[in-house]
């Protein structure tokens, strides 16, 4: 079936660090991938995705590249900001299943 | 554009007890879909619905169930609700049934099973 590992957190990182999350995935066919990021009380929101191998998504700074030969699809950001303190979340779909989640990555960013 | 909301936003129950939460999906949405985050863990799909109909259903016991009205708002009900069912529960709309258009997320209704 269908499954998405993502790195454990806490991630703790000062404000201008650089961020990577990793996130590999298991899937059937040729999946969609997706982040998307829960800020504290609230629901989760689409920060990118990539439909196809190679594909770079990319939204508020941050980017991830669909490696198919690697089942990859790891986030990053350049210089992070104490507001992208958050949880972050990889997902795929694949054949019009349901969206599958990871379990999460919480980032905190201080100043 | 409205988004999608959910209420309540926090509730609590009693084991046993069954509960109904309620989601108003964003305007021009036809499909609901309602997951379940446990604390620390990532959203797990319950089901979906489509046209007031039942478009799916994840690895949930029967006596999770919904309901799709016209407008397409939905409701949850769980029945004889067990500790394991405290959880954030989140409803996502989104257009023509299936999971290839993007999910709008309301920000929940967070069940606490006393």
């Known amino acids: 079936g269908n499954s998405v590992t993502q790195m454990e957190g806490p991630v703790t990182l000062s404000e201008e660090a650089f961020l990577t999350i990793n996130c590999t995935y298991t899937?059937?066919?040729?999946?969609?991938l997706f982040w998307y990021v829960q800020y504290p009380g609230e629901g989760l929101q689409l920060l990118l995705k990539?439909?196809?191998?190679?594909d770079k998504g990319s939204n508020k700074g941050f980017e991830a590249t669909y490696r198919k030969e690697t089942t990859s699809f790891h986030l990053e950001k350049g210089s992070v900001q104490v507001s992208d303190s958050a949880v972050y979340f990889c997902a795929l779909t694949s054949g019009n299943t349901p969206l599958v989640f990871g379990k999460g990555t919480r980032l905190s960013v201080i100043a | 554009e409205t988004g999608v909301t959910q209420s309540p936003t926090h509730l609590i129950k009693t084991r046993g007890q069954q509960v109904t939460l309620r989601c108003s999906s964003q305007s021009g949405h036809n499909t609901v879909s309602w997951y379940q985050q446990a604390l620390g863990q990532g959203p797990q799909f319950i089901f979906q619905y489509y046209r007031e109909e039942e478009n799916g259903r994840g690895n949930f016991p029967p006596r999770f169930s919904g309901l799709q009205f016209p407008n397409y708002s939905s409701e949850l009900n769980v029945n004889a609700l067990e500790l394991d069912d405290s959880a954030l529960y989140l409803c996502?709309?989104?257009?023509?049934?299936?999971?290839?258009?993007?999910?709008?997320f309301g920000n929940g209704t967070r069940l606490t099973v006393t």
């Open positions: 996502a709309s989104s257009e023509g049934g299936g999971n290839n258009s993007p999910l709008h």
């Open positions: 990539a439909t196809k191998a190679d």
């Open positions: 899937a059937t066919g040729y999946p969609s």
